[in-house]
């Protein structure tokens, strides 16, 4: 898949997104640790904006942010596990056969049966949840990248920045918190 950008006739290749990932998200994960993330995925990180949000500006210009801002839409995305280093993706249909609840299970049975469907899950995976990443969004150059991320338990936006051809996160705030 590509992305066209119409204010500035770039694309965005599937390639950058999942180069840019391995190098700056996924760098150091060993492969008997793997990360498991939603494949299916969202490009419009949230509540995005520029409008007096002067983390974003501090750090990027407010014309290089215009420009990202372009790229958001509500279009689902999808990460492809084999492009990702030690990453395995789950399908939102794979979520739903995992956490979905009988619609003619007594209201009394649900707290027990989501307990045991996440014990199931536990152990199938192996770990107590997933990550939500958004589909990154990149300046004209692609030297500064946004990306959210979100867990069981809060949710952060992310700032990369490439320096001496490596992506190095700069900043990072809290979007919520539960």
């Not at 190098?23 to 520029?50: C, M, Q, R, W």
């Not at 589909?135 to 700032?159: C, M, R, V």
Request: include cysteine.
């Amino acid at each position: 898949m590509i992305i066209y950008n119409k204010l500035s006739n770039s694309l965005i290749t599937d390639i950058e997104v999942h180069s840019f990932l391995n190098e700056a998200v996924f760098p150091n994960i060993a492969k008997s640790d793997s990360v498991y993330i939603y494949s299916d995925t969202y490009s419009h990180l949230g509540n995005f904006s520029i409008n007096g949000n002067s983390f974003l500006t501090s750090y990027i210009d407010k014309s290089e942010l215009i420009y990202m801002m372009s790229q958001l839409t509500c279009q689902p995305y999808s990460f492809d596990e084999k492009k990702l280093k030690n990453v395995r993706c789950i399908s939102n249909v794979e979520i739903k056969k995992i956490f979905s609840v009988p619609k003619n299970l007594p209201e009394k049975y649900i707290r027990f049966f989501i307990k045991y469907k996440r014990a199931l899950y536990k152990e199938k995976y192996h770990l107590n949840h997933l990550s939500l990443y958004s589909k990154p969004i990149f300046n004209k150059d692609k030297t500064f990248a946004i990306i959210q991320f979100e867990s069981n338990y809060y949710g952060d936006l992310l700032i990369f920045k490439k320096i001496k051809n490596k992506w190095i996160k700069i900043a990072q705030e809290n979007l919520w918190i539960s």
